[in-house]
């Protein structure tokens, strides 16, 4: 079982990942973080880590359609 006080409030999905749209640490708390600013240096370290990580084996396509006219 987790630890709440490990984890900081972060949910996990089925595959272990950090569910980031579940999990509280994302939730802005407008008494504590008192501009988005702020909130965001709070978070940005673990978020771009978790967003690494989930998408690290993602394949991303880029596709291109030339403009006509």
Do not use: C
Request: charged share 25%.
């Amino acid at each position: 079982m987790a630890d709440p006080d490990l984890d900081s409030g972060f949910v996990y999905n089925e595959q272990g990942h950090i569910d980031i749209l579940r999990s509280t640490f994302f939730d802005v708390n407008p008494e504590i973080d008192n501009s988005t600013e702020e909130y965001l240096d709070h978070i940005i370290f673990t978020l771009s880590k978790t967003m690494e990580e989930q998408l690290a084996n993602v394949h991303w396509p880029i596709t291109f359609v030339p403009r006509r006219g």
